[in-house]
């Protein structure tokens, strides 16, 4: 077969698409194999468009507190309302509830109220609130339709307040963190990894070594310590991004060293040195050749590195040493359940390390499937 | 002893009839195998020839069926007449096909009625086992040796091998010996108990072909020990002419033309194999392009001169240089010519320094001395060894290396236009729509459609990704063009074209060609003329016929005997060896 023959065959296939397809049309093709990454995928984009629209979404104010429905257990949403008269509608509904103490031992106990029941309904209007700090808006996702009522769809806590509206709260802030904590250590990351994989000699040996006194630290005391430096009166947000910094200083190692790692192995290509051949500048070489053969795995690490990131927030806040109330984020809200005393009157309060791990487990499953289709080149070819 | 051979050249051992092998994919079934018949008799060597992709390697994966997920025999028998210590002996072959591949039956047969030994012995040998337990083992497996009677055989094995010292090599690790003896291990433990069929996948092909000479002594000697039948699986032409006693030659799965070697060499019959076999002639002689070439054009002024270039390597480097570090010497003191419009072969043996000399010789290493002087367009001579890197970029333009491997030569992330456009690019020399059109007109040159600038790399065929390569070396008009082994990694068919198409650029560019290659073959066809390396140093120099057909370092002399001819009556020529080329 001439060459001319081979270039028609290849030109009729079903694989001339293929011919044109970038290297993320070829990775989205690997990744859309990988169903468990596209499920954790998923997943993950609703935690986040939850953690944008929380106010919205979550059905109260996270901090409105009520001492009548004080560790109110979760309600059942109920779709079908039966009249009196046998006949039935489409309303959907919660049973209300109320608190009996018991008069000798004063535990509390919850009882139906017969006949009274909490209407829901969409985009209602409820407490009011400020999205992103700018729009004063009331609209809520789901609302009683009488204003003033409340329901919990996922229990109450200690003051009566709404599991479900501040778990919700608290993804914005965990989500987040991960993803702003993250970006900082990519920054390092790529910066340390970058001129240690391009430059190596003296510059490589000073980072390694530095990245190996790193790993070497235990972390928790490290961040205990760090974290115990911060003075306990910085408001929310400068604790916020105090926590952030903190937990990207001690995050970046990892990632320098997969970039690092790329780094030399991609130098020794032979179209890294067909670029240099080409007269290309250093810069146009590490930009314009290299990175690009890296994006994909970094995005992969990335994806990897941000449970680590939630999950040491969680433990932080969780040690009290994080974020602190008021702010709500899963570890603050699981400070609540460090005594047996909430896990016997409240196991719902548990909800935010459900969380926690949904969301780890998810960002793995997405983390694996894109390392695996990141670099789509490896199994053609050779 | 005649009468013996004729006796044994009916007796058949495996016999695979009709067999097909399908691989379910996604966009269909592909049938890498499709109705292969043959049979292999006892003290014969039947070649199975053909490109990749033919479906060689899963006709022998198949017999012993060991195939690679989803493959999966679909139809047709395999049936092995020879069976030793099995019960169900008596009742005539066994039909290996038949047989589930986790079966006791088929495990039983594996390594010892029928015994494999693959391409590259480096991923076949366990490299945390010793040489010795690895062949033990088999023979404790399947023989029910005693440790100890196990080792003292393998010692024994390794010694029929001519390993040398096999008590000691036993005791080693795989990583420890070079190719050679890694292939010259694995043969030892597919011999370990005694297999009336060899399958041998490609086993000189990772080889440097001194040592492809020994090992292909080696199989030959012991199946005349032990009357074994082997099923040798090679793409070269060289060496089926050089130990086939017939030939299968399959392409796209199926076999197109099987015989006896003398009368297919003699009178092909299929118009393929007709090709394979002058294309591998073709290239045992001088390109009747080049000789009209350089009939009507002398050779030119010298342009580029190597002397004494000497580069070393820092492997290790000493803690506060207590020690002095530790260096190895790549390249010995080389000096080299190159006159302007000829072809300049460097030919050498893996480790030889060739590559090296290629890369100093346009500055991608630094020198550790000597002079590189290149004279420019202009008759300015510059010593490239001397100049700063920053100063290096206009001769880089002068001076354009074409690739190996054309799968890692080209960044797979760019798409043909982008790759064969960068170096106009980046010189600021064209941009936009002209540079498109040049691109187009470089496509065109090297044979290609201009379809072919959109899409990427993957979408090519190794041939073809050369031509890409090709063409960005010569986007901007070089003088000289340094080939590493440009056609190494392609298929014989497409080696010959590949080459013409240089000559044809040399002539349109008039260019001059430094080229490193392994194939005395490619030599013949495309180089003037040649220097021989070995271990770092260039141990002759001289028109490439002359040298060639009268070499006079002992070197080259074993060099040139270990080629195998594409020839069968040119057989057991007289092998010189070369002291201290032993491994």
Known sequence: MTDIDKETAVENSPQATLAHASQWRLMWYNFRQHRLAVFGGIIILILYIVALFAEFIAPFDPHSSTSKNVYHPPQLIKFIDHDEDGGWSFRPHVQQMELNRDRVTLEGNYTPVSGRKVYLRLFGKGDPYKLWGKFEMSRHLIAPANPGERFYLLGADRLGRDMLSRTITGTRVSMSIGLVGVTLSLVIGIFLGGISGYYRGAIDTVVQRTIEIMIALPTIPLWLALSAAMPKDWDTVTRYFAITIILSLVGWTELARVVRGRFLSLRAEDYVTAARLDGGSQSRIIFRHILPSMTSHIIAAVTLAIPAMIMAETALSFLGLGLLPPAVSWGVLLLEVQNIRSIAAGPWLFLPGGMVLITVLAFNFLGDGLRDAADPYASKGH | ?583
């Open chain 2, 1 to 583: 002893m005649n009468d013996l051979s004729a006796e044994n050249a009916n007796n058949i051992v495996l016999e695979i009839k009709n067999l097909v092998t399908e691989f379910p994919t996604r966009d269909g079934t592909f049938r890498a195998v499709d109705d292969v018949s043959f049979s292999l008799k006892a003290g014969k060597t039947l070649c199975v020839v053909g490109e990749s992709g033919s479906g060689k390697s899963v006709t022998a994966r198949s017999i012993l069926q060991i195939l690679d997920s989803p493959g999966r025999i679909v139809s047709g028998q395999i049936l092995l007449h020879s069976l030793r210590g099995i019960a169900s002996d008596a009742d005539g072959p066994t039909d290996l096909a038949r047989l589930k591949p986790r079966s006791n039956i088929i495990r039983s047969i594996r390594g010892r009625e029928i015994a494999m030994i693959f391409q590259e012995p480096m991923s076949s040998l366990s490299p945390v086992h010793r040489i010795g337990n690895q062949i033990a083992e088999v023979l404790r497996l399947h023989e029910g040796m005693s440790k100890k009677q196990a080792w003292a055989q393998s010692v024994n094995l390794l010694d029929q091998v001519g390993i040398s010292d096999p008590a000691a090599a036993a005791d080693r690790f795989s990583f420890e010996f070079s190719g050679g003896m890694r292939q010259r291990a694995m043969i030892a433990m597919a011999l370990a108990c005694n297999p009336s069929v060899l399958i041998a996948d490609e086993p000189t092909t990772a080889l440097d072909v001194t040592t492809q000479a020994e090992v292909l002594d080696l199989i030959k000697s012991i199946q005349a020990e032990r009357d074994m039948a082997v099923l040798f699986i090679t793409h070269d032409i060289g060496v089926v002419a050089q130990i086939a006693d017939e030939v299968v030659v399959m392409r796209q799965g199926k076999v197109l033309e099987q015989g006896d070697v003398f009368g297919m060499f003699e009178n092909p019959g299929h118009p393929y194999t007709r090709e394979l076999i002058s294309g591998a002639r073709d290239l045992d002689q001088p390109a009747a392009q080049r000789l009209a070439a350089r009939a009507s054009r002398d050779i030119g002024e010298l342009i580029l001169t190597a002397t004494d270039v000497r580069k070393e390597f820092t492997i290790s480097k000493s803690l506060f240089g207590l020690r002095p570090d530790k260096i190895a010497v790549g390249l010995k003191d080389a000096s080299l010519e190159l006159y302007a419009g000829e072809n300049l072969g460097i030919v050498g043996e893996s480790g030889s320094g060739k590559t090296t000399l290629a890369r100093c010789l346009q500055r991608v290493y630094d020198l550790s001395s000597g002079t590189i002087r290149y004279s420019d367009r202009n008759g300015e001579s510059v010593d490239l060894g001397s100049l700063p890197s920053s100063q290096l970029r206009p001769y880089w333009r002068d001076i354009r290396t074409v690739f190996q491997d054309p799968f890692g030569s080209l960044n797979p992330r760019m798409t043909v236009a982008e790759i064969v456009g960068e170096p106009m690019l980046v010189s600021g020399e064209l941009s936009g729509r002209d540079l498109q059109m040049r691109v187009e007109e470089l496509l065109e040159l090297v044979g290609l459609p201009a379809s072919a600038a959109q899409r990427y790399p993957h979408a090519f065929s190794g041939g073809q990704r050369q031509r890409v390569a090709i063409a960005r070396a010569i986007g901007p008009r070089p003088r000289i063009i340094i080939a590493d082994e440009p056609t190494s990694a392609l298929d014989l068919s497409l080696r010959a074209k590949t080459l013409d198409l240089l000559l044809s650029l040399q002539e349109q560019m008039d260019l001059s060609f430094v080229f490193v290659t392994h194939d005395i073959a490619v030599v013949r066809y495309f180089c003037d003329r040649v220097a021989v390396m070995y271990k770092g140093g260039i141990v002759e120099v001289g028109d490439s016929e002359t040298i060639c057909s009268d070499p006079q370092h002992p070197y080259t002399q074993s060099l040139l005997s270990a080629v195998p001819r594409p020839d069968p009556l040119q057989r057991g020529n007289t092998r010189v060896r070369y002291s201290e080329s032993v491994d």
